[in-house]
DNA sequence: GCATAATGTGAGCAAATACTTGCATCTGGC
DNA sequence: GCCAGATGCAAGTATTTGCTCACATTATGC
């Protein structure tokens, strides 16, 4: 018994052998539909096509279409997670500007390293319920921030890092959508409003 | 004949007497159920059934519920746009905090008139087709902020406001997503972000 | 080898949805 | 008053979509 009632959003993925490599195909398929068509065009049937799997297969381990979004979401934020925390444990102590580098190339690295599907997922995650894994993630992510304003002296350190995360996440996301893939001007531009936005003497 | 071909996006609403009043019932119905319900809640039946009027009617003016949606999308530009160039028209001149704070004002009171209006028609615009004339919108609306920078001697000034009004948008959009609706605390952050972007001293 | 459980299959169902069509009703100019 | 065109109606169609179910295939412990 490995978890497996409330057919609702939580999915129900018990493995043994091959099963894995049929939820991993239809994960990966739902994530490129997702990149190169949309989510309108994310229908359980094309799944399980794309993912060279049968519809029967797709039900036994998603309960649900949302199911496998959900899935693709919590898997997205776990690496974004991941990377902050890694990225701002080898910079902590190395001073502000050092800390934001950090973390921005963090952040751009995660957008730029699929643009498309990036942004589905997080359109996807504002209508999903959202479960509390992701939602633990999503908090984890703003406390790293949080603990970087601190660790250098910066006060109502909650607050900011609301705003900041708001201010990268927007200009990351416009420039993505208009094309943009330069990462090294992408890193001046984020580093130029979040020092801005922190009143740094700026570069 | 005033415009009725090309059955796409476009919409023929010919108007004549009470189908003036057919017309924005659809169009208020639409933008209620888009507020209160979400973007996948939109069916044209509902639409119909919330305005008071017959599919039938419905199809009569909008070919499609796409074109209903691209409607309310230029509606909401075009005032967005109106309201952007009458404050930066009446702040021209004052400095450049002066007339950042007279846009930013215009923004905000755009974001939380309606806030999930606002989101859900910002998200919507995204996968429709864009029709010319919303496009000259929003380049208008970006011409402002230009012509703002420009005033005050800022150079390069189109990639400046392409990142401010991304910076602003994150901004807004994470403030109201999140419940917030208190003007005056959102126009001091908006403030402090732009400005600092821009390199001012700052308040 | 074989019984048993795990996994895979895909035709098909019920509901939803965008949209059409044929007809009824209203309205304004004469 | 009357009629031609504008407007309104809603049952109905064709398609799509999420999902089920009854059965086939494969793997594994013994």
Redesign the interface.
Known sequence: MTAKNTPINPRKTPRQARSRATCDAILEAAARILERQ?D?ALTTNLVAEVAGVSIGSLYQYYPTKEAIMAELVRAMRQQMHDDMAAAARAAAGSGLEQEVDALVAATLRHHLRNPSLAHALE?AE??LPLDAETAALKQGMAKVVVGTLERNGIVDAPAIA??L???????A???T??GERDFDCLQR?MR??I?????SP?V
């Open positions: 949309g309108e359109v504002e209508r609301f705003d995360i708001a201010i990268g996440h927007g200009l996301d416009a420039a959508s208009a531009r130029r409003a020092l801005g936005y922190l009143g700026q």
